[in-house]
Structures are given as C-alpha cells and as structure tokens.
C-alpha cells in the first residue's frame, strides 16, 4: 500500500469519526426531555428518616400546601418602632391579604423589646418553586412604600426558596465563560502555540455541552429528580478538567510520536496505543468513584452520581476518538511555532530529569520529607467544625438570611422556621405539654390538624442548624416519642413510629447531617477498594496499588487541613458544611490518582526496556510536564466552583484544587518516584518487570538542553 493511500485512508476515517461525533451530538440534543419525577423529600431524604415521615403526613393536613413567609420591620437605627411606624406596618400588613391565602394576615407581633414587628404571610406553594418566587417578590414589592427609617426584610420558607433560585440565575453561563476562559490561558500558556489551544478547548467545550444535555435526560431515567445548579455545576467543571486532562495526555504523547514518525496518522495510532490504557484506566476509575454516591441518604448526591459518570464517559470517548480525528486533520503545521519534527529535540522534561536525579539520589529523606510535609498539613484540620445553618449557607447574604438574623436578634431565633411535631388529634394537648417542657424550646402550641394527623407548631431558642438546634432537636425526639398514644399513622415504606415524630426544615438539615456521617462511614472504604481494585489490574501487582491509594489518602487530609487554615483564618467560613467532606474525599480520591496512573504506566512501560529505576526516571521526564499542565489546570477548574454563590461549592472547589495541586507537586513528583526507587523492581511486586533492552518503549530523544 503506498504512502499516499495510507494517508487518504487516514484522512477518510478521520473525517467519519468527526461526521459521527456530529451526529451523535446532534441525536442527543434531540433526545426526550422527560419529566422529573417528584423529589422523594425536600431534602432529599428516604421515607426511614423521621423529617421526610413528617414532610409526607403534612399533605394529609388542611393547609398542607401553605407556608409562611415572614415580614421583618425594623429602624435603620436598630431603635424601638414608633407608634407612628407600628401604624404604617398594620396598614401594610392588611394590603397584603390579597397575596395570602385566605386573603387576610394576622395583625402585626411586637418583639419585646419593642424593635421589631413581624407579619406572617401565609402563601401557598402548590404552583411549585417559580409560582413561589413570584409571590415572595409579590410581598417584597407592596413593602417598598414604608415610611423613611424602617427596614423591610422578608424571610420563612418561601423566601429562602425564592433566594437560593434568584443566586443562581445566571450561574450556568457565567462557570462555563470562566471555566472556558481559564481552560483557554492555561492551555495558550502550556503549548505557547496560537492555534493549537484552540483544538482541545472546542471539543471540551461541545462535550460539556452534550453531557449537560444528555444529563437532562438520563438522570431523571434512574428516577432521580435533577433540580439543583450544584449537580450541573460540579459535573460541568469535571467534564471540562477531565476532558482536558485527557487531551493533554494525548497531545503530549502525539507530538512525541510525530518525532518518531513521518505519517501524522500512524504517529497519532501509535500515540493512541499508548495513552488509551491510562485514559481509561483513569476514566474507570473516576466513573466506579462517582457511582459509589450512589449509595448515599441524600437525593442530590445520587443525582451527582450519575450526572458525572455520564460526562466522565463522554470525556473519554471524545479524548480517545474526536479528538485524534480532528488533530490528524489539521496536520504538524497545527503545533506552530514549535513544529515537532523527525528526530527533532525533545523540549519538555529539562527540569523534571533534574528533579527525578536528585530524588533518585537520596530518595529515602525525601520520601521522608514529602510524607512530614503532607502530615503537617493534614494537622492543619484537627480543630475543624462542620455543620452550616441555614444563614451561613451562602457567601453573599440575600435578604432571607438577612430577615433572619434581624429576626434573631429579638425574637427566639427559630421563629422563622417552626419545627413540626406530628400526632394524632388526641394526642394534642399531650404531645404540646411534653415539648413546652424540653430545655431549649421557647414555645409549643398545637397547630393545623387532620382526621387521622394533627400537627404541633415548636419554636426553638436557638437557630437553626446550630449544635444547640440539634441537642434540641434529639431531646424533643425523645421527649414526645414517649407520649403514650402520640404515633401518627405510618408512611408508606416506613417503620411504624412509636410516638410523635419530629419534622420541619430545622430537623431535616439535622437528618441531613446525620445522612451525610452514615454515608461517610459507608463509601469511604468502598471507593477506596474500587480504586484499588482499578490499579491492580492495571499494574498488575499490589505494592504499588496499596502505595498509591496511600498517598492519596494522605493528600486527602493534607488539602483539608490546609483548606480548612485557610476557611477558618483568611476567608472566616464559620464552618465546613457537613455534605463537603464527602464530595470532596470521591473526587479527590477518583482524580488524585490519576495522575499517580499517567505517570505509574508510563515508568512500567519504559521499565521494560531500561529497568524500575531508569523507566522511572524517563516516566518522570517526559511525563512531568504534561501530568503538570494537567494538575494545575484541573485544580484551576475546580477553583472556579467559587464563582458560584454557595458556601458549600465554594469548599468543594478549594479542598480538590489544593488536593490536586499536593497530588501533582508533591505526591506524583516527589513522593511516588521516591518510593519506586527505593523498592527497585519490589515496586511491581508480586509482578515482574523483566528489562529487555530495545523492546516495546523506544527512547525518545535527549531534551535538549542535555545535548551540550
């Protein structure tokens, strides 16, 4: 077959497998768009937890469908409210009865020591989320007309709905300009090439796209519902940092190749060859990582689950089959100014030789070294404190949070959010003097009630989400479950309760956390064996998997000690939200080693022909700087997770950028090398690596810089 011929065929498939990238692409535009079934709580939580028992008895109450929002008017001056101001609130508060359900509103309350009015406007919620933002901005709009000096701030339930919407208005649009933005400066800046950054970015940029849609559908097939801008906007920045990593991996590997071989399409077959082990290597090890959250309590997690292993998928074919397609086409002359040529220099890995000699050199102090340095770090989180309230959860205040705390600070501060204590009619009375009695609620009084349920209004003193909240919380649990007679009927798919069951937001957020250790406790260790399962069979041994899951399990506590100095004393987070270390511990643990994979296949293939210690060497040499590229890229990606309004996101982003980082500065620099070198061919064991000079890995050539 002439030279000629091979490159026409080439030039075909590779114009198929763009032609087929299209079509696929435009099919899942036009998949379905299928309803999301109905959330299995507001929270997100099974039936077996007692909030989601409460949530799901509620509808057979009268007024199940109504909430209060929560009018708060207060002086700009934090003093007592005039007679004149108490005036104008009551004629407010009675416009807005055509908002209320009902059409009437209770009179104003007065706190006690005269500085703040509240009005409960109860408004329903039966036209779902966007019929409840209107309404709430129905409320805050009649409200503007106050008289000078008073503030007017409005909070509950629905407002807090209303703001967590309007926060992320926008939010899509502006992660993906940023992400692209910074995907675009890092990969200009790593191939100082004018065009070839442009390649790799378009392709991302259309498999982030296609995943989110095809994440539209796919998701609420499992019966997942997919409601929350924290699941499309973690998946959207993981597709983005893995599909480039991916394509660097590639490029690097294509352009080594081009070195080698005149025919681009015989060099990008045999750069295939070698990079589609580690690219799926990796890639199966992130989607085995991901699925485990699909065990989790929480609703959300699950529906992160699957969105993300969808767009890991999609990274790796479009890393293993787009992507070569459309390089192949463009040609050599895509990598100006630096055109790699045959038996031209290799100009990446001056500085990664340098740095693997000297760790070869002395490899147990600086195996030393680096561990010191990861402990030290991971110290950083011995006074960590989890668990956010309800106003802590975003990072610009909105005006729910904000009606809030004036709220607080005169009345008990779980008054915009009574817990709810589920009963039977005859139990009323009981069931309200058994919670009155319980340390830390400031009042009970029975509330709406039903044929078969009756409910029991408790404000508590503390707020929300607090520690205190949750001792109250556990003590009213335990004080009305021992009411005799007190058990509402059972839910469908849940354990008959023994007494009175305690629900509300407040005591979901206390289920919530209590979920989020129960899920700890169980995906940890399973994602850990999934991981090390994947790097057995891929390296063929086990040392080295047990050595590679070690590190990044110190990486682990080392980017959360680290991020949590860095909450604590520069950015004043009051906590770490209790969903993060989860979340942060998969990702961290399916993309840290990734890089450990990179690197570890190459040094096995190059071992083959030169031994452990120089495969290594050549590994750490023609792999550092792409592995770096990556790392750095991908931890900037995560980093962007900040632009979003969420405090939580915002932790999430920073724990897997400094984690990241620590993986690829440190552990798959320093630390795995190090290892390697002291252990020999120990390193593979129980598997072999018989050096046979000349075969399988054929040498690049010297940087070079080393050349003279």
Not at 600 to 607: I, K, N, Y
Request: charged share 15%; aromatic share 6%.
């Amino acid at each position: 077959m002439s030279v000629f011929t091979r490159v026409a065929r080439g030039r075909l498939a590779a114009w198929l497998t763009v032609a087929a990238a299209i079509v696929v692409g435009a099919a899942v535009f036009g998949l379905p768009r299928p309803d999301n079934p109905a959330p299995v709580s507001a929270s997100g939580l099974s039936v077996q937890w007692q909030s989601t028992q409460v949530e799901r008895l509620q509808d057979q109450l009268p007024s199940s469908e109504v909430q209060p929002a929560i009018v708060v008017v207060s002086r700009d001056d934090g003093g007592a409210l005039s007679e004149a101001d108490r005036g104008a609130v009551a004629a407010r508060s009675g416009d807005l009865g055509r908002l209320a359900v009902g059409g009437q509103v209770s009179p104003p309350q007065i706190s006690p020591d005269g500085t703040v009015a509240l009005v409960a406007v109860p408004l329903s919620t039966a036209g779902g989320q966007d019929e409840v933002t209107g309404k709430v901005s129905e409320v805050r709009t009649a409200l503007e007309t106050l008289p000078e000096g008073l503030t007017v701030e409005v909070t509950g339930a629905p407002a807090f709905t209303a703001d967590l919407a309007s926060v992320f208005d926008g939010a899509d649009i502006t992660l993906l300009a940023v992400t692209a933005a910074v995907v675009a400066l890092l990969l200009l800046i790593t191939y100082r090439s004018p065009f070839l950054w442009i390649v790799p970015l378009v392709v991302v940029a259309a498999t982030e796209q296609i995943t989110l849609r095809a994440v539209d559908t796919i998701v609420p097939a499992f019966g997942i519902t997919l409601q929350s801008g924290q699941v499309t906007g973690i998946a959207s920045v993981l597709v983005f940092g893995a599909a480039t990593d991916y394509a660097l991996l590639l490029i690097a590997r294509y352009r080594e190749e081009l070195r080698r071989e005149e025919n681009r399409f015989a060099a990008m077959r045999a750069a295939l060859r070698r990079t589609a082990e580690p690219i799926l290597a990796s890639g199966s090890t992130v989607v085995l990582g991901v699925l485990t959250l699909l065990l989790s309590e929480q609703e959300t997690n699950r529906a992160l689950a699957v969105a993300c292993a969808t767009g890991v998928v999609f990274a790796m074919l479009s890393a293993l089959f787009v992507l070569p397609a459309v390089l192949v086409l463009f040609g050599r002359g895509l990598f100006w100014p630096f055109v790699p040529k045959i038996g031209g220099p290799a100009r990446e890995g001056r500085l990664w030789g340098r740095l693997g000699a000297v760790v070869e050199r002395r490899p147990a102090p600086v195996a030393v070294l680096a561990t010191l340095l990861l402990a030290g770090l991971a110290l950083g989180g011995l006074g960590i404190r989890t668990g956010l309230s309800e106003t802590e959860q975003f990072r610009a205040q909105p005006e729910a949070v904000t009606g809030a705390q004036t709220l607080a600070r005169a009345f008990p501060a779980g008054t915009t959010q009574p817990v709810a204590v589920l009963t039977t009619p005859a139990a009323v009375r009981a069931v309200t003097e058994a919670a009155t009695a319980v340390p830390g609620v400031s009042s009970a009084r029975p509330g709406d009630a039903g044929d078969a349920v009756a409910q029991v209004d408790v404000v508590l003193e503390a707020e929300p989400g607090t520690t205190a909240s949750d001792r109250t919380i556990e003590a009213l649990r335990d004080a009305v479950a021992a009411v005799p007679g007190s058990a509402p009927p059972a839910v469908d798919g849940a354990d008959a309760p023994s007494g009175a069951i305690v629900g509300g937001t407040v005591a979901a957020t206390y289920d919530s956390d209590e979920a989020n250790d129960r899920d700890l406790r169980l995906i940890l260790p399973i994602i850990l064996l999934l991981v090390g399962a994947v790097l057995v069979l891929l390296l063929r041994g086990l040392l080295a998997p047990l050595l590679l899951v070690l590190t990044v399990i110190a990486s682990f506590f080392a980017s959360l000690g680290a991020a949590w100095l860095l909450f604590d004393h520069v950015l004043g987070f009051p906590a770490l939200d209790s969903g993060v270390l989860l979340l942060a511990f998969v990702f961290l643990v399916a993309l840290g080693v990734d890089y450990n994979i990179f690197l570890v296949t190459r040094a096995r293939e190059d071992a083959r022909s030169a031994g452990t210690r120089d495969g290594m060497l050549s590994a750490l040499r023609v792999t550092g700087g792409v592995i770096t590229s990556a790392g750095v890229l991908l931890a900037a990606v995560f980093a962007v997770l900040g632009v979003l309004p969420l405090i939580t996101l915002t932790q999430i982003g920073v724990i897997v950028c400094i984690g990241v980082l620590l993986d690829t500065l440190l552990v798959r620099t320093v630390l795995v090398p190090a290892l390697a070198f002291l252990l020999g061919d120990r390193f593979w064991w129980p598997g072999r690596i018989d050096a046979r000079p000349g075969t399988d890995a054929p040498a690049l050539p010297e940087p070079a810089a080393s050349r003279g």
